[in-house]
């Protein structure tokens, strides 16, 4: 009876594998040859049930046998090249299915018998690269890049739409490979659309010369590249839109662009009064005393980025771009001065109009002489013009927020100037055909800025603790004339010798920089009498100097300063298919000296600080997917001119500030660690990563303050032992069918800072976690994700009088999408935030409710129209808070958009919707069948869509 229920299992087995197919294949490289060693797996699709496994032969071959009707996953990975996933299903399972020879490179291949396409994963990550898959992280019609970034876990994407990840500010947004508006990362993220991008790739890389040259310089960079729509790279695409709201507010934006042969040309333009800054103020930064943050800012803006060339051998790029800001900023502060013996509290209001005019063009040559010849230059210009005036009135109180006043003061300002700026770069690499491995490069850079300014100031203080003596009050009118201008030349050198056959990748590096600095500043202070009606005076906006100012040379300076920096590098490489690393050690000396020309007392002679520090690089990677980076560096950094000159600053006549031309440079080391691990088959990804950095002879505040005044005056000197640190875990898991995907991220940031609070030497540690998680759902026509978030912040000070400080934060991000196939999309987001541990009247609990519904037409859905609306519960605040090692908390707000509701209309266009192209089918380029002939044998497979 065994034997024979034994027989018939056998029987019945047999005959089962006879009713399965085999799937069979070859795997080749670019060049046509048969790729031995190739993983090959075959997996039940959707449930990832691993079906097959086996490695390919020396012909590349593999086969699958016993494969039954159903649904299934092709993958085929081997170190070095890159993955083959295909989705198929199997039908007929009384034939062989041959899918053919298949390349393993990025694009698509043809199966005989059916095609397919490939699965993405909504995070990748490898080596230096993090990968999103755009098409996963649906957002709503005519979103921009930037709303793209918000939704993907680990990038972080500011109030000033300033763009982080793993604690890194990303300083470069490129288009398929290429710069786009050079460093002015908001031109991509708040210009471009959303829909364009199939990709999204954030890259830790070195800098440009050290990836030209192959000598690390210690520069590193966190880019963002973003890919496009494989049926937007050959034509002409692009969008206008527009809208007008409640409250007077309006929006308006277009791009166009013409990607064709690897050239690209995109024209971008816009105005709007919705905070929607569209590009980088950079012009805010040349000035002093200018402008403030927050508030409500019009703008307006025109930019053209191009990227030309026949061929890869000589290409042209830059950009040209023109911006126009007006900004009405309106802020309430309090700050909290903890010293021993002092507890002072600060409240003070202030408004301000801020206009400005940014005009800058840069330009990059890329010429590939022949094969072993380079050269990279890159010129930059700009011109800003910059117009403010603002008022406020400010109470200092002795004990905390109900104490005796100490002083008030009226603050009335107008301040006007203009800045210059040229800087070229020139690098060329020379590699010797005789010598495989040894290379040449040199660097030339220089830099000229030239800034001028001039304010007229009106303060009115009232000290309350000396009342009844002569110095009771301070009324201050005066002119200031401030001009600096600055020459920056440098150079580099570099060698590179292998050591024996170049193929053991052993190299020896040697670098030569050197760079000198030459800083020029006239500030000149002037009094002008003082008007005899003080009482609401409001001073004259002084285009030139008064006839009646007098000059005031102990405010006033005309000082020249010369820094010169060396930097000779000695280092060993090592290259292989496992691990890289480079070593060495770094030798910097430097040396400044100052020139004061109003006052030859305080000229300072020229002072040498030396510096040695051992460098390194090690990366090791387990397999493509899978890899470990590290790296150590130091870095010297020079004192700024305003932390040099000895001349007092009363700006703020309460608060002045003194440089201190004794300073040293200051010598910086920084250990970095960067781990990344992408499972294929579940297509989780994990990243972590941390950064420790330690400095010596750090430049920090000196404050010193008077209990009876409350004025206080701060200088700078150094300290030795500032440390940071900061650590990120991420975890981004898809559930088994793929709708359903779970992220988490884990932060910590800790910094110990030094500092002195009235003449006594301080540390104070700043503490920061962040834990937060998301769970998201997507289908066809509806996505739904939510966020819980949560910030701990712990301020411990070393002198004893200082109390420590706790701050929590409390949030919750939600937002949904339904996508109707009749046109109709609808969506919402929900942003809840609550503080606690901020100062009287500043913590706060907040809901942002947004919405908009629109509604496509047209055959190809390019025409929208939709309604938003901002804020409709009114409750949005701008509240944040900053500590300093000088026992210094401050909290502030700022005035905000509220709740307003937008009627708009747009319209996107792309010229190769309407073109004749060939099937996508065939991936490798050959023509499609003819119409209405089917492709591909009896019974195979057909196409299937990815998940989403």
């Known amino acids: 009876m065994k034997k024979a229920i034994l027989v018939l299992t056998l029987l019945l087995l047999i005959s089962t594998l006879s009713e399965a197919a085999v799937v069979r294949g070859k795997v080749v490289d670019s060049d046509s040859m048969p790729l031995q060693g190739v993983t090959s797996q075959i997996i039940a699709y959707p449930d990832s049930v691993r079906k097959g496994y086996m490695i390919t032969t020396a012909q590349g071959n593999f086969s699958f046998k016993g494969i039954t009707p159903g649904n299934y996953v092709i993958n085929l990975t081997m170190v070095g090249m890159d993955d083959i996933r295909k989705i198929i299903e199997v039908r007929d399972t009384t034939t062989v299915l041959d899918l053919g020879t298949l390349k393993m490179t990025e694009t698509s291949v043809t199966l005989d018998d059916a095609v397919v396409t490939a699965v993405k994963a909504a995070v990748v990550a490898k080596q230096d690269t993090i990968e999103f898959n755009a098409g996963s992280f649906k957002t709503q019609a005519n979103s921009s890049v930037e709303d793209l970034l918000k939704k993907l876990p680990g990038v972080e994407v500011d109030s000033e739409g300033t763009i982080t990840s793993g604690g890194k500010t990303v300083t470069k947004i490129l288009v398929d490979g290429k710069e786009f508006f050079g460093d002015d990362t908001k031109m991509a993220t708040k210009n471009l659309p959303s829909d364009l991008v199939d990709k999204v790739q954030v890259v830790d890389r070195k800098s440009d010369l050290a990836r030209i040259t192959g000598v690390d310089d210690g520069e590193e960079e966190t880019i963002i590249n973003l890919t496009v729509k494989k ?30 042969d690897n050239n690209q040309i995109s024209l971008v333009g816009g105005a709007n009064n919705t905070n929607n800054l569209g590009f980088m103020d950079s012009g805010r930064g040349r000035f002093s005393s200018f402008g403030s943050s927050g508030g409500i800012t019009s703008s307006q803006q025109l930019g053209l980025n191009f990227n030309l060339g026949k ?29 021993p013996g002092v507890n002072e509290f600060k409240s003070s209001s202030s408004s301000t109009r801020d206009k400005g005019h940014n005009l800058r063009a840069n330009f990059r040559i890329e010429w590939k002489i022949d094969p072993n010849n380079t050269l990279d230059f890159r010129p930059q210009f700009s011109f800003n013009s910059r117009n403010t005036q603002s008022g406020g009135e400010s109470f200092m109180r002795n004990g905390g927020f109900d104490g005796d006043l100490v002083n008030s003061n009226i ?70 004339d401030n001009h600096q201008w600055n020459n920056s030349v440098g150079a580099r050198l570099t060698w590179t010798e292998p050591l024996g056959d170049v193929k053991r990748g052993n190299f020896l590096q ?8 030459f800083n020029n500043a006239n ?68 040396s400044s000296a100052s020139e004061d020309m109003l006052n030859p007392a305080r000229n300072i002679p020229a002072q040498w600080v030396w510096n040695v520090a051992p460098f390194a690089r090690f990366r090791y990677r387990f397999s493509k997917t899978k890899s470990i980076r590290a790296d150590y560096r130091a870095r010297t950094s020079a004192p700024s001119l305003t932390q040099l000159q000895p001349v007092a600053d009363e700006s703020d006549p309460l608060h002045i500030t003194r ?10 080391q920084s250990v970095n660690v960067h781990f990344n691990n992408y499972n294929q088959e579940s297509q989780r990804a994990l990243m972590a990563m941390m950064r420790l950095q330690y400095s010596q002879n750090v430049i920090v505040n000196k404050t010193v303050s008077d209990p009876e005044t409350g004025k206080r005056e701060t200088t700078y000197t150094n300290a030795n032992g500032n440390f940071s640190g900061f650590g990120m875990f991420m975890i981004n898991q898809p559930f088994r069918n793929r709708k359903w995907r779970f992220s988490a991220r884990a932060s ?93 009247g500043f913590n706060s609990t907040s809901w942002l409710w947004n919405a908009q519904i629109s509604y496509s037409v047209l055959r190809d859905k390019s025409l929208t129209f939709s309604v ?42 792309n010229t190769l919707k309407n073109k004749k192209r060939p099937e996508m089918d065939n991936f490798d380029g050959r023509p499609g069948p003819p119409p209405g002939e089917r492709q591909g044998g009896r019974g195979g497979m057909h196409r299937m869509e990815p998940p989403r």
């Open 231 to 260: 049926n937007m790279k050959n034509g002409w695409f692009g969008s206008v839109e527009g809208g007008y709201g409640t409250d007077k507010r309006y929006e308006g934006k277009f791009n166009v662009s013409t990607f064709t």
């Open 868 to 909: 938003r609306a901002y804020d409709l519960l009114g409750q949005k605040k701008n509240i944040s808070r900053s500590v300093s090692a000088n026992g210094t908390i401050t909290d502030s707000r700022y005035n905000d958009l509220t709740r307003y509701v937008m009627f708009g209309i747009s319209y996107t266009f």
């Open 510 to 517: 040697v670098a030569y920089r050197l760079q000198y600095r």
């Open 748 to 840: 910590a940031n800790y910094s110990s800072m030094a500092g002195y609070i009235n003449g006594d030497f301080n540390r104070s540690g700043n503490l920061r976690l962040s834990p937060n998680a998301g769970l998201t759902f997507t289908c066809d026509v509806f996505q739904m994700s939510a966020n819980p978030t949560y910030s701990f912040q712990m301020v411990t000070n070393s002198l004893p009088a200082q109390e420590n400080m706790y701050t929590h934060a409390y949030g919750f991000h939600s937002d949904a999408a339904l996508y109707l196939p009749f046109g109709l999309q609808v969506n919402t987001d929900l942003d809840f935030d609550k503080t606690s541990g901020y100062s009287n």
């Open 659 to 668: 440089g201190n031309p004794d300073l040293k440079p200051t010598f910086t």
């Open 311 to 339: 061929s890869d051998k000589f290409r042209v790029g830059g950009n040209i771009f023109y911006t126009h800001t007006d900004r009405n900023s309106e802020s309430q502060t309090n700050t909290e001065y903890t010293q």
């Open 523 to 590: 500030k000149d202070t002037y009094n002008i009498p003082t008007p005899d009606e003080t009482i609401g005076f409001m001073p004259e906006d002084f285009s030139t100097l008064p006839g009646s100012a007098i000059f005031d040379t102990d405010l006033s300076n005309r000082f020249r300063n010369k820094f010169g920096t060396q930097e000779l590098q000695l280092g060993y490489k090592k290259v292989n298919s496992k691990y890289n690393l480079e070593a060495g050690m770094v030798f910097s000396p430097s």
């Open 411 to 480: 603050t009335r300002q107008f301040n006007h100037g203009t800045s210059y700026n040229a800087s070229g770069q020139l690098i060329f690499n020379h590699n010797f055909p005789s010598r495989p491995g040894r290379s040449f490069s040199v660097q030339a850079n220089y830099e000229f800025s030239d800034t001028k300014q001039h304010s007229t100031s009106w303060s009115d203080i009232e000290y309350y603790l000396t009342s009844g003596s002569e110095d009771d009050t301070d009324k201050l009118y005066r002119f200031l």
